[in-house]
Nanobody
């Protein structure tokens, strides 16, 4: 079992930055992908990006490339989502998830956090 807890959400003005954290406990994530997803009000949950815990390799959806960066801290068993140049359309609940598949699909992720709200004002 893996437990994931997100933190760092909040209210920020457009153009600003936030860093979300996803703290993991339980089993090792060494062979896992840790992904970030987001769900805007009234919309389906969308893929943001993932990191390969072992290699540190990352992959992002096009809308966040160049603005968002995923990183990890092995010692703290934590994954970060650094979000820069935020736009109002980035407003959503952000979730982290862990699973054995390096994929955009939610079905590849077995463990999910509870989510953290990010609100970007104009």
């Amino acid at each position: 079992q893996v437990q994931l807890v997100e933190s760092g959400g909040g209210l920020v003005q457009a153009g600003g930055s936030l860093r979300l954290s996803c703290a993991a406990s339980g089993r090792s994530l060494s062979s896992y992908a840790v992904g970030w997803f987001r769900q805007a009000p009234g919309k389906e949950r969308d893929f943001v990006g993932f990191i390969n815990w072992s290699s540190g390799g990352t992959y992002y959806t096009d809308s966040v490339k160049g603005r968002f960066t995923i990183s990890r801290d092995n010692a703290k068993n934590t994954v970060y989502l650094q979000m820069n140049s935020l736009r109002t359309e980035d407003t959503a609940v952000y979730f982290c998830a862990a699973g054995p598949k390096f994929t955009r699909s939610e079905t590849g992720y077995y463990y999910w956090g509870q989510g953290t709200q990010v609100t970007v004002s104009s």
